[in-house]
């Protein structure tokens, strides 16, 4: 949710801050971001960021562990565990009113008040030692296998994780 128009790539190759972490997906999880994410599947998101100089950062998260669970997939057990983040906005954007930079928490329109974003995020377990050399961060033993932005209910088990 964080991204930065200084550092998106080009619009047919995004990169930096649009992907900045895929290295935590597991490789099944990157084949679905590439295929899905509005950061990847067209050029609105790149389009938007780069026209309006925006720069967003994610502020006042809140990790909570909503469920941990040991699943069989395809005969193997894994641990899963569903983490809920909630999180706004720090928006800086050019004004197109007044051509000045303005910095910012998301507000709601209607309201006023500074949107509060769920983040339902589903981990797997994956042994560090299975990871291999370049291990995300030094192999902190759980990637994720899927996420979903602003639901009401937790996102199922996209796959089996080794994909």
């Known amino acids: 949710m964080s991204y930065d128009y200084r550092n998106i790539g080009t619009p047919t190759n995004h990169s930096g801050t ?3 972490a895929m290295f ?3 490789p099944g999880g990157q084949v679905r971001f590439i295929h899905n994410d509005v950061r990847m599947i067209n050029n609105a998101l790149y389009d938007k960021v780069h026209a309006g100089k925006i720069i967003q ?3 006042n998260a809140q990790p909570s562990l909503v469920q941990f669970q040991i699943v069989e997939v395809q005969g193997q057990q894994h641990k899963f565990a569903w983490i809920n983040v909630a999180f706004e906005l720090l928006q800086s954007k050019i004004d197109p009113a007044s051509g000045k930079r303005v910095e910012r928490i998301q507000v709601d329109p209607a309201t006023g008040q500074p949107i ?3 983040m339902a995020v589903v981990l797997v377990r994956i042994s560090p030692q299975t990871q291999g050399a370049n291990a ?3 192999g902190t033993g759980w990637l994720v296998d899927t996420y979903e932005l602003d639901t009401n209910t937790l996102p199922a ?3 089996d994780p080794s994909l």
Do not use: K, R, S, W
Request: glycine share 12%; hydrophobic share 50%; no cysteine.
């Open 57 to 59: 950062q994610v502020v």
């Open 116 to 118: 509060l974003n769920h």
């Open 18 to 20: 649009l992907t900045g």
């Open 24 to 26: 935590l997906l597991t």
């Open 157 to 159: 088990i996209a796959t």
């Open 136 to 138: 995300p961060m030094g």
